[in-house]
Each structure stands twice: as C-alpha cells, then as structure tokens.
C-alpha cells in the first residue's frame, strides 16, 4: 500500500461482516472458535481479560493447518496462568512440521466436541471467527445442538 498507492488513485475496500461485539458479554461464559488467523479477534478479547483481571469462563478452540502458524502461543500461555477459568483446546491438523509446547489434538477443529466440552457453562456466548464455511457450518451445529442463535456471534470472512 505505502509504495504503490498515491493520492488520487481508486482502491476497493473491503468491509467487514457479521455480528461480531464483545461489548455486551465480555462479563460472560464465552466459547471462542477460530480457524487459523481467525485468531485474530481473539488476541484483543484474552488481552483484555488477562488486564481487567475478569473471571468469567473462556474456553479457547483454535485450529490451525501446523504448529508453525500458531500466532499467539504466548498468549495462551499468559492466560492460561493468569486466568482461573480459562481453558483452551488447540487442534493442528498437520503435526509433521514445526513443534509446540502447547497442548493438542491433531485433526481439524471438532464442533461436536467444542459443544459437549461447553455443555456445563452458563448460557455461554460463543464466538466464531474464520474461514466462511467453517462459520456457516458451525452456526448450523450450534443452532441444531440448542443454542439461542442470539447467543452466537460471528466474523465472516468474504
């Protein structure tokens, strides 16, 4: 951008989409799902908990293709020691290249067992961040599993 755009010259913007608002539920048990750099919400919303000291439920589900691109593996890290109900469940689908000292599951994130792992949590609102049909099939599983759909909050990608 800062060495081929000029005064004058016409560019397309691209706008965000979806419903994406930590506002109202930060106080609340959240369930946080992204796939790969779909992470990127979630940076600001841990860092926030982590300097507000808040003690609501945050589970972490993150999914990425390799270790490699794990982009805030010391973040987790950070918030897994300084917040008392976080928890987080990092799945890498290709586990050949690259390593990690955090926990994992290889294969690729597991709605159904993002669900069954939150069933316990009050009312939680869970975040969807990531890659359109990801986003979309996961609405679908959250909504058939019972959830009030305005209790999902999504960031699409187009």
Sequence with gaps: MFNELKTGDKLWLKLPYGIFNFDDSME???????????ISPFMSFLQFAIDKKLNPVIHLNYGVNKPG???IEDLIKEAAQKLHNFKYHLFIENTGTGNTDLEFSTGILDIQKIINNSLKLNEPVYYLSGPPAMIESFEKS???????????????WE
């Design 28 to 38: 609340k048990d959240s369930v946080l799902i992204a796939g790969g750099t779909g």
């Design 69 to 71: 691109l794990i982009i």
């Design 142 to 156: 959250l909504i058939n599993a019972g959830i009030k759909a305005k209790n999902i909050k999504y960031d699409i």
